[in-house]
C-alpha cells in the first residue's frame, strides 16, 4: 500500500485505485458501494457526504433535485496522459484531410505535424492546438462531426494500455457516479473539451446523458441543404468550458449549483471553488496522478492536466486531493 | 364548438381548450390523460403518436432516452400577449434601475420608457428592445438577477387575468407535459426568452428543472469578490436562441434531435422543421391563437408571436396547428 505524502501536499489522501474498466455492470455494490476505493480519508469523506446530503431527517439534508454532482472528463474520469484524447483525435483528422487543404503544407502547425515534427508542433503551444482543433472540427455538419468522432473512439488504441481510448476509464470513478445516482444525485461532465466529441460515448462509458454533457463548443449554423435542415460546424470557437469557464458553462447548462465536484487540475480549480461556495454542505476534490506503473504520474510541471496551485491550496480550501495509487485488488 | 377553420389554414384543428391552471396537481388523469384537450384530430395525433413510440413491439418504437420533447414557452406554455412577459420585466426594471442611470433621461428608448411614450418605446423595435433587455439584465450576480427575476414574477399581476404572470399558463399543455413524462419521455423548454428568467419558475410551473430550460443567455463572468467568487452578468449578449438559433441551442444543450416539439410562431420553424427531419416518427405542433374572450386572438400580423408562414407550409409539412379555442370546461 501506498504512503500517502501528506508532506508535500496537504490533505493528499490514498484512497483510489488506478485500475480501468470496460462494463461497469460488471461491478458489485452489494457490499461496498466503491470496492475500488481504499478504506482511506478520502472514501470515508465521500461516504459521509452523501449519506448526511440523503438523510431526511439530518441537517445537512439536500433535495433530490439540488443534489447535482459534476465532474471534470480528461484525466479525471478517462486517460489525459501523454496528450489529451480529443487533441489525438484532431491530429488524426489532419491526415486525413491534407488532401482537401493543399496550404496546410505550407502554414504551422498544420505543416509540422504533417511531417511529423511534433516538436514544433508543441512548440505552437494551446494557440496552435487550437487552430488544428477548429480547423478540423468544422466545415461539416453535426452528424458528420458525431460519426467522425465516434469511428475514431471505437478503433483508436492507446499505446500503452493497447485498449481504445475511449476504453481507457478509471474504475473508482465508475462506481463513484453510480453510488451517487443510487442515491439520488444527478451527474454532469464538465469539461474543456469539445462537447460534442465526449457526447457520443457518455451514456455507455459513464451512464451520462449527453444533455449532461457540458462542454466547450463551436460556433453552429443551422441551414437548408439540398431542402433538408443541417447543423453546419463552424471554424469559430463559441464557448471556452475551461477555468473560469467552467461556472459560467455550468451557470449556462445546468442552472444550478452542484454540491459535489470532482476536478484533477488547476483548471478544474473555479468549478470546485464555485461549488464550494455554496452555502449548505459541500464537496470539493481533485485525482492526483500518482501511479506511473499502471498508470501515469504527474502534476505540478506536467504538459498536460498541470495539478500545481491546488496542491498548494488544498489544505486552506477543505479540497479533498485523491490518490490515483499503486494499489491493485 | 368552435369550428375549425381549416379554409384558412389547411391542417388546423380544433384541440386546445384555453383555461389557466394554478395547479398542475389538480388535474385528474385517471381516465383521460388530456381531459382538457377537445377530442380532435389533433388529440387524436398526440396519443396516437405517443402509443407509437412508447411500444416496445412496433416499428415505430423509440428508446426512451430518445423521447425527447421541446416545447416554446411565450405563447406556448404560458400567456405573451399583449407583450412578452420578460420585456415587462425589463420596462420595470428601467424604472428600478433609472436613478443609477440618469443618462437614459436622454438616451432612447429609455428616455420614451420612463416619460411613458410607449409608441417611440414601440417604434425602436427589436433593437431597442433588446437594449432595454441588455441594460436591466446585466451588471449583477447570477444570484442577484435571479432573485429580481423571482420577486417580479412572485408579484406582478397580468391586467386582463389578474392573476401572476408567472401563473398564466395553459392548462393543457401542463397535462401534455405530465402526459408525455409519464410515458418516459424527456420535457424541455426551448425558448427565445432569456434562459435565466425562466428557470426561476420552470419547475413550479411546468415539472421542468432548471437543466431541461434552454434560452437566450447574456456573456456572464466568473469573478472573485470580497474573497468570494460569483457570475457577474455583463451587458452583451452571447446567444439568441430563437428562430434559427433554436436548433442550435437544441444542439448545444440537449445533444439529441427531439422526437416531439411545440410551438406557436414562426419563430419556432426551424426547431420543428429540426425536429421533424429526423428519421423515424416525429411529431410538430404549433398553438393558434384564437379566443379572443377567453385570452387573445392574433396571428399573421401580430406584434408578439406573428403565425404566418406557418398557417401557409403547415399542411405540406405535416405540422400540427392546434386552436387555443373558445371552448370552455
Given at each position: 500500500?501506498?504512503?500517502?505524502?501528506?508532506?508535500?501536499?496537504?490533505?493528499?489522501?490514498?484512497?483510489?485505485?488506478?485500475?480501468?474498466?470496460?462494463?461497469?455492470?460488471?461491478?458489485?455494490?452489494?457490499?461496498?458501494?466503491?470496492?475500488?476505493?481504499?478504506?482511506?480519508?478520502?472514501?470515508?469523506a465521500i461516504?459521509e457526504f452523501v449519506a448526511a446530503v440523503a438523510n431526511e431527517n439530518g441537517k445537512d439534508y439536500v433535495e433530490p433535485a439540488e443534489r447535482i454532482a459534476v465532474?471534470?472528463?480528461?484525466?479525471?474520469?478517462?486517460?489525459?496522459?501523454?496528450?489529451?484524447?480529443?487533441?489525438?483525435?484532431?491530429?488524426?483528422?489532419?491526415?486525413?484531410?491534407?488532401?482537401?487543404?493543399?496550404?496546410?503544407?505550407?502554414?504551422?502547425?498544420?505543416?509540422?505535424?504533417?511531417?511529423?515534427?511534433?516538436?514544433?508542433?508543441?512548440?505552437?503551444?494551446?494557440?496552435?492546438?487550437?487552430?488544428?482543433?477548429?480547423?478540423?472540427?468544422?466545415?461539416?455538419?453535426?452528424?458528420?462531426?458525431?460519426?467522425?468522432?465516434?469511428?475514431?473512439?471505437?478503433?483508436?488504441?492507446?499505446?500503452?494500455?493497447?485498449?481504445?481510448?475511449?476504453?481507457?476509464?478509471?474504475?473508482?470513478?465508475?462506481?463513484?457516479?453510480?453510488?451517487l445516482?443510487?442515491n439520488g444525485f444527478k451527474?454532469f461532465?464538465v469539461?474543456?473539451?469539445?462537447?460534442?466529441?465526449?457526447?457520443?460515448?457518455?451514456?455507455?462509458?459513464?451512464?451520462?446523458?449527453?444533455?449532461?454533457?457540458?462542454?466547450?463548443?463551436?460556433?453552429?449554423?443551422?441551414?437548408?441543404?439540398?431542402?433538408?435542415?443541417?447543423?453546419?460546424?463552424?471554424?469559430?470557437?463559441?464557448?471556452?468550458?475551461?477555468?473560469?469557464?467552467k461556472p459560467v458553462g455550468i451557470y449556462e447548462h445546468i442552472g444550478r449549483r452542484p454540491i459535489l465536484a470532482f476536478g484533477?487540475?488547476?483548471?478544474d480549480m473555479q468549478m470546485i471553488e464555485f461549488t464550494m461556495a455554496g452555502e449548505d454542505r459541500r464537496l470539493g476534490l481533485?485525482?492526483?496522478?500518482?501511479?506511473?506503473?499502471?498508470?501515469?504520474?504527474?502534476?505540478?510541471?506536467?504538459?498536460?492536466?498541470?495539478?500545481?496551485?491546488?496542491?498548494?491550496m488544498a489544505?486552506e480550501n477543505g479540497w479533498i486531493?485523491?490518490?490515483?495509487?499503486?494499489?491493485?485488488?
Open positions: 500500500m501506498r504512503i500517502p505524502n501528506q508532506a508535500k501536499s496537504g490533505f493528499l489522501v490514498s484512497g483510489f485505485i488506478g485500475i480501468f474498466a470496460l462494463f461497469l455492470s460488471s461491478v458489485s455494490y452489494a457490499a461496498d458501494p466503491l470496492p475500488s476505493w481504499n478504506d482511506g480519508p478520502a472514501k470515508k461516504l465532474f471534470d472528463h480528461d484525466g479525471t474520469l478517462w486517460v489525459e496522459y501523454p496528450m489529451y484524447t480529443q487533441i489525438l483525435f484532431a491530429f488524426e483528422r489532419v491526415k486525413e484531410l491534407a488532401p482537401q487543404h493543399p496550404e496546410w503544407k505550407t502554414t504551422q502547425p498544420f505543416k509540422a505535424l504533417l511531417e511529423g515534427d511534433m516538436k514544433t508542433v508543441g512548440a505552437s503551444g494551446m494557440k496552435g492546438l487550437m487552430e488544428i482543433v477548429v480547423a478540423t472540427h468544422s466545415g461539416m455538419t453535426a452528424a458528420e462531426f458525431e460519426m467522425e468522432a465516434s469511428r475514431w473512439l471505437a478503433t483508436t488504441k492507446h499505446p500503452k494500455f493497447d485498449r481504445l481510448y475511449s476504453e481507457c476509464i478509471y474504475q473508482p470513478q465508475l462506481e463513484l457516479l453510480a453510488y445516482r443510487a451527474t461532465i469539461s474543456g473539451g469539445g462537447i460534442q466529441f465526449m457526447r457520443p460515448i457518455s451514456e455507455k462509458n459513464y451512464g451520462i446523458p449527453p444533455e449532461q454533457v457540458v462542454g466547450s463548443s463551436a460556433v453552429t449554423e443551422f441551414q437548408i441543404k439540398n431542402g433538408k435542415s443541417v447543423l453546419v460546424r463552424q471554424p469559430k470557437i463559441a464557448f471556452v468550458n475551461d477555468k473560469a469557464g484533477n487540475s488547476d483548471s481533485f485525482v492526483h496522478h500518482t501511479d506511473a506503473e499502471r498508470e501515469y504520474a504527474y502534476d505540478r510541471k506536467s504538459h498536460v492536466g498541470t495539478l500545481d496551485k491546488v496542491l498548494d489544505t486531493v485523491v490518490d490515483l495509487s499503486l494499489i491493485h485488488i
